[in-house]
């Protein structure tokens, strides 16, 4: 026995219906009640990836969420640029590397 929901068209419905809303939402944003905006930030943070990502790549959406999520920053955690992340790497690999030569002689 799986312990998975069972997908049905109802819960398909649920979800369409949540990034719709969501969709409205956004489409009439600043001028939004808080609980409103709660309701995006509950999507956002709660909502299956497939239907964020879906939502994200909507291009008529994109210039209100990019403002939606820069109003609401602190509720986002800060990305890592993938350079940075490069480097970091490369800089605790030579690190390592010169005290593991150190301890070797």
């Known amino acids: 026995m799986t312990h998975y929901a069972a ?3 109802d819960n ?16 009439r944003y600043p001028q939004l009640s808080a609980r409103e905006k709660s309701e995006i930030l509950t999507f956002l943070k709660t909502g299956r990836h497939i239907e964020i990502g879906l939502l994200m790549a909507d291009k008529k959406m994109q210039p209100s969420l990019d403002r ?5 920053d602190e509720h986002f955690p800060p990305r890592l640029h993938p350079g940075v992340a490069i480097a970091f790497a490369v800089a605790l690999t030579v690190a390592l590397l010169g005290f593991i030569e150190v301890a070797v002689s």
């Open 7 to 9: 997908i049905t068209i």
């Open 12 to 27: 398909a419905r649920t979800v369409r219906i949540d990034r719709a809303r969501v969709s409205s939402l956004l489409a």
């Open 68 to 72: 939606f999520m820069a109003d609401h």
